[in-house]
C-alpha cells in the first residue's frame, strides 16, 4: 500500500461520534487526501462544463448524439467486462440508507442486489456519512445487529449466502462534504469521501468474500464524467493494491444528456462497467432543468401521469436496453417505490397491481433486473422476471435490434396528452414540504401518502412548481398557475400539518423552514442547480 500522503485532510465542525475513529483512521484520511487533491480539479472542470452545456441547451432547445463519439458508437467491436459472479443476477435490486436496521433488513430481503445509498435516500449530515459506513464495515464483518427501542424487537443477519449483494451509491459530483477539507480550506466532494471511506475499508475485505467494490454512480451527465469516474477507479485499486477492473459500476441515466451518450459512458468505464439504469424521477427532474426556457414544448403534466409507457420515457428505456445489451451490460429498470399499509388491504391490492404491471412491462422489454423500495415487493418484482428469466441469470442475448431510437424522441415531452392539474399542484406542494423538512431533520428516504420519497422526488416537486408558472401554465380548472397561487397553497398545507401534528410537534420539527425553502427554490427567478445545495446549507450535524 503506498504511503500516507503529506497532506491530510482536516475534519471541520462536527461533533465527534461514537466508533468514528474506526472509519476516519489515518490511512483512510490519507487515501481520501490523495483522491481529493488527484481529481477535485477535474471534478470542478467538469461541472463548470455542465453550465455551458445547459446554456448551450437554452440557446436551441435541442440535443443530439455527439458527433465526435460517432466512432465508438459505430464500431460494435467492443464490449463491457463481463459481469462477476457477484453481479451476474440482478433481477431484483432493494434501495435504501444506510442506517443500522435498514442494513440489515435490505441485506435480509430476498433481494439479489442492495443499493446501499448515501445520495438521494440519505441526508448528508456527519452522522449519517460515518457511521453509514461503519454500518456497511459491520455488515461484512457480520458485528452488525439491531434492537427497536419502541418494540424490542431485534434484528440479525441471516448466513452470508441469503444476503443481497452490496451496491453502494456514493453522493454526485455536485455535492461536498463540508465536514472534510484539504490543507487550503478546500471541501472534499462528497462523493469522494463516501467512495474513498467504503473502498478503502471494504475492498479486500469483499474480495475475501467472493465479491466486490460495486457501486452505483449517480447524477453523471456526460462521458468526461464517467471518464473521471473510471481513472479514480484505476487509482483507487493501485493504491490498495488489488487488480484493476475488480471495482464494477452501475451508471444512473438519469440525466437528459446522459441519455444522449449511453454507449460512450459504458466505453469509458469498459473494464469497471457493469451496467445501466434507468433513473425516473431524476430524469423529469433533468428535463425540466435543462429545457425551462423551452416553452409549452417542454411542460410536463403532472409527475404522476408521466409513467413509463409515455413515448419519450419509453424511447429512453428501450435505447438504454438496447446499448446495454448491445455491449454486453445489465439493464436495470425503475424503482417501485409504493410503501405497503398496514391499514388499508384495499390500497395495497390496487398499488401490487401497478407494480406488477410495471415489472411485467420491464421484463417483457429486456430489462434485466429493477428496483423496489420495500421488501413486501421483492416477491412481487421476482416473479416478474422469474417468469421472463426462468433459471437464466439475465437476458442479454435478447439484443433489442428491433429497437430504433431518434435524438427527438427522447425530447418528445410534446406527445403527452396529459396536462398539469391542480391536485397535481398541491400533491407537488405537499410531498415538497414534508419531504423538505424530513430532510432537514436528516432523513433521506420518506413515505408519503403510501409512496417512498427521496430527493429525487423532491427535486420534480419544487422543478415542476418552476417550469409551471414560467410557462404560464393554466391548470384543469381554469386557473393560471402563479407565484401567489403556489404561495396559498404553501400556507395551506402548513396549516393542515400544523393541525394534523399538533402545536407542540409542529413547533419542535422545521416545518416552517422547509415551507420557506420550498417557496424560495420553485420561486426564485434564479433556477437553482439542485435543490441539496441550498437545503445542505440549513442542515444541522
Known amino acids: 500500500m503506498s504511503a500516507p500522503a503529506p497532506s491530510p485532510l482536516a475534519i471541520v465542525d462536527a461533533e465527534p461520534l461514537p466508533r468514528q475513529g474506526e472509519v476516519l483512521t489515518e490511512p483512510a484520511l490519507a487515501f481520501l487526501a490523495a483522491l481529493h487533491r488527484r ?33 465508438v458508437r459505430a464500431d460494435d467491436s467492443w464490449r463491457v467486462a463481463p459481469a462477476p459472479e457477484a453481479l451476474n443476477d440482478r433481477r431484483v435490486e432493494i434501495t435504501g440508507p444506510t442506517d443500522r436496521k435498514m442494513t440489515i433488513n435490505a441485506l435480509n430481503s430476498g433481494a439479489k442486489v442492495w443499493l446501499a445509498d448515501f445520495e438521494d435516500a440519505s441526508a448528508p449530515t456527519w452522522e449519517n456519512v460515518v457511521l453509514g459506513q461503519l454500518n456497511l464495515i459491520g455488515a461484512y464483518t ?11 424487537k431485534s434484528y440479525a443477519l441471516r448466513p452470508d449466502a441469503e444476503l443481497a449483494t452490496v451496491v ?35 475492498a479486500k475485505r469483499l474480495i475475501d468474500l467472493g465479491k466486490g467494490p460495486y457501486f452505483y454512480l449517480p447524477k453523471t451527465e456526460s462521458h468526461l464524467e464517467a471518464r473521471l469516474w473510471n481513472e479514480v477507479f484505476v487509482f483507487a ?27 460512450e459512458i459504458l466505453y469509458e468505464l469498459r473494464d469497471h462497467a457493469s ?74 391490492k390496487v398499488a401490487f397491481e401497478k407494480v406488477r404491471a410495471d415489472k411485467d412491462r420491464e421484463a417483457d422489454d429486456g430489462f434485466d433486473g429493477s428496483w ?3 421488501p413486501d415487493l421483492v416477491p412481487i418484482a421476482m416473479e416478474s422476471f422469474d417468469r421472463v428469466l426462468g433459471d437464466r441469470p439475465h437476458q442479454k442475448d435478447r439484443l433489442r435490434e428491433d429497437v ?9 415531452v410534446d406527445s403527452l396528452e396529459a396536462r398539469p392539474t391542480y391536485a397535481g399542484l398541491v400533491n407537488a406542494v405537499q410531498v415538497g414540504i414534508r419531504y423538505i423538512e424530513a430532510w432537514l431533520n436528516g432523513m433521506g428516504a420518506v413515505a408519503i401518502f403510501n409512496l417512498m420519497e427521496d430527493a429525487a422526488t423532491a427535486e420534480i416537486s419544487r422543478s415542476q412548481i418552476w ?53 424560495k427554490v420553485a420561486l426564485d427567478e434564479d433556477y437553482a442547480d439542485f435543490l441539496t445545495l441550498p437545503a445542505y446549507e440549513q442542515l444541522k450535524g
Not at 333 to 339: D, N
Not at 404 to 412: E, G, Y
Open 275 to 348: 451496467g445501466l439504469n434507468a433513473g425516473r424521477w431524476d430524469y423529469l427532474f433533468s428535463i425540466v432543468k435543462n429545457f425551462r426556457d423551452g416553452g409549452a414544448k417542454f411542460v410536463l403534466p403532472d409527475r404522476n401521469a408521466v409513467t413509463m409507457t409515455a413515448p419519450f420515457m419509453r424511447a429512453y428505456t428501450e435505447l438504454l436496453v438496447r446499448t446495454c445489451h448491445k455491449r454486453g451490460a445489465h439493464a436495470i429498470g425503475g424503482m417501485a417505490a409504493f410503501i405497503p399499509s398496514r391499514r388499508d388491504a384495499e390500497v395495497n
Open 39 to 71: 481529481f477535485t480539479p477535474r471534478r470542478d472542470e467538469l461541472l463548470a462544463r455542465r453550465t455551458e452545456r445547459r446554456e448551450a441547451i437554452a440557446r436551441t432547445s435541442t440535443l443530439d448524439f455527439l458527433p465526435e463519439t460517432a466512432a
Open 372 to 374: 423496489v423500495a420495500h
Open 467 to 519: 417550469q409551471w408558472i414560467n410557462a404560464e401554465v393554466v391548470l384543469d380548472n381554469g386557473e393560471q398557475v402563479t407565484a401567489e397561487l403556489a404561495r396559498k397553497i404553501a400556507a395551506e398545507e402548513l396549516a393542515s400539518i400544523r393541525s394534523e401534528a399538533g402545536e407542540e410537534a409542529f413547533a419542535a420539527g422545521n416545518w416552517q423552514r422547509a415551507h420557506d425553502l420550498l417557496l
Open 404 to 412: 430504433r431510437v431518434t435524438a427527438a424522441d427522447l425530447i418528445a
Open 168 to 202: 453502494m451509491r456514493p453522493r454526485g459530483w455536485h455535492l461536498d462534504e463540508r465536514h472534510l477539507t484539504g490543507p487550503d480550506g478546500t471541501p472534499v466532494p462528497g462523493a469522494l469521501v463516501d467512495f474513498g471511506l467504503y473502498f478503502f475499508h471494504n
Open 142 to 152: 457480520r458485528t452488525i445487529d439491531f434492537t427497536d427501542p419502541g418494540s424490542g
Open 237 to 263: 485499486q493501485d493504491y490498495v493494491g488489488i487488480p484493476r477492473g475488480t471495482v464494477r459500476a452501475t451508471v444512473l441515466i438519469e440525466t437528459i444528456t446522459a441519455a444522449y451518450e449511453m454507449e
